[in-house]
């Protein structure tokens, strides 16, 4: 799985899951925390996630209230995967 196929599948898992650790996102794809954080950061100049600090190494989720463009473009993102 390349950095493109890796990033379409956290948003996958975000879209299904709402939020989750960055520590279960890398066991579940099967590389080390630093590339989802990296591929976290990349990801957040597109769309709207939001970075939770925490206790082991936090967490992303989709941003709380979401309104204009970021809404529109979140709703695209759900039913392109829910379908």
Do not use: H, W
């Not at 956290?10 to 066991?27: G, H, S």
């Not at 591929?39 to 957040?44: F, K, N």
Request: glycine share 8%; net charge negative; hydrophobic share 40%.
């Amino acid at each position: 799985m390349d950095a493109v196929e890796r990033r379409q599948q956290i948003l996958e898992l975000l879209c299904q899951r709402r939020k989750d650790t960055m520590q279960n996102l890398a066991a579940e794809l099967g590389v080390s925390e630093r590339t989802i954080r990296r591929d976290v950061e990349i990801l957040t100049r597109s769309y709207p996630l939001e970075t939770v600090c925490g206790r082991y190494g936090g967490g992303v989720r989709l941003a709380a209230d979401l309104r204009g463009e970021d809404l529109e473009v979140m709703e695209q993102i759900l039913l392109k995967f829910a379908s």
